[in-house]
């Protein structure tokens, strides 16, 4: 996947980026167009973390050591995040 992934400033860029990327990635690698479970398995972990990164947007709206507690336990999720690369999708079909 390419940096502009991080870089981008809304979700919808981001995850546009991915999709792109990883079309770009099978044309040129794969010599194939990616399909739907492609898509599935590329996109999941960077929703999941797009959620978490939400999530945590959201707790910051609000005060108290609990909340950072679980600011702290949401950035461990994203930290834990397997995120997939053109490797693992080879000879799946």
Known sequence: ?????????TPEERIAAVAQSLCVQMRDKEKREPDYADFR????PFIQKEI????????????????TERMRALANEILNIVFPDLHDLRGRR
């Open 1 to 9: 996947m390419n940096g502009r992934i991080n870089e981008l400033a």
């Open 41 to 44: 398995d590329v996109l999941r």
């Open 52 to 67: 978490l990164i939400a999530r945590i947007a959201e707790a910051r709206t609000t005060a108290g050591i609990q909340l």
